[in-house]
Every structure is written in C-alpha cells, then in structure tokens.
C-alpha cells in the first residue's frame, strides 16, 4: 500500500524542487527558458534564490519588483518526496 502525504518544503528539499521545476520547464509548466539554460549558473542561481526565499520567508519577488507571498509544499510517497507545488500569490503550480 502506498502513502501519499502533503507536508511544507524544507530547505532540505531545495534540489527535489529545482530539479522538478527545470523538468517542468521542458514542457511549458514554468519558463521554457529554465530548462534551455539550465547549465547558466547566472540564471539557475536567481531561480534557487527565490526558492530559498520561499522556504525561508515565504515571500519571492516578482519581475516586477515587488514580493508576493509563497509556499512551497512537497508531495511524499512512502516518505520520499515524488511531486511539488508552488503557490505564488494567487496562482498555484503543481508538478
């Protein structure tokens, strides 16, 4: 029997979710432009770095300049972490 829980991302999840978000980005789910550039340390730092925002404050900036409040929550199968979900403001992404 398999056991699916929900609980908020630890910072020690950091890796899981960026690496599900560049494998998201391959087809769309976030920026397509993540996965293409997933090798540029420049662009893969800023992303980390609103990752950790998330699971340290709970609040990322936006392209605009202004912070929105977000969460990130991991998805465990039989303890072990198999999906993501980011919510940003108003808007949830599930992966």
Same mark, same amino acid.
């Given at each position: 029997?398999?056991?699916? #829980?929900?609980? #908020? /991302? %630890?910072p020690n999840h950091r890796k899981f979710i960026l690496?599900?978000?560049?494998? /998201? %980005? #391959? *087809?769309g789910h976030f920026?397509?432009?993540?996965?293409q550039q997933k090798n540029n340390k420049q662009m893969i730092s800023g992303l980390e770095f609103q990752i950790d925002l998330t699971l340290n404050y709970e609040n990322m900036p936006t392209s605009n300049g202004n912070f929105v *409040? %977000? #969460?990130l929550y991991v998805y465990l199968q039989n303890g072990n972490p198999c999906a993501m979900s980011w919510i940003q403001g108003e808007e949830i992404y599930l992966f």
């Open positions: 029997m398999c056991n699916y #829980k929900l609980e #908020k /991302a %630890s690496d599900c978000i560049l494998e /998201a %980005s #391959k *087809s920026n397509p432009i993540f996965y *409040s %977000s #969460k």
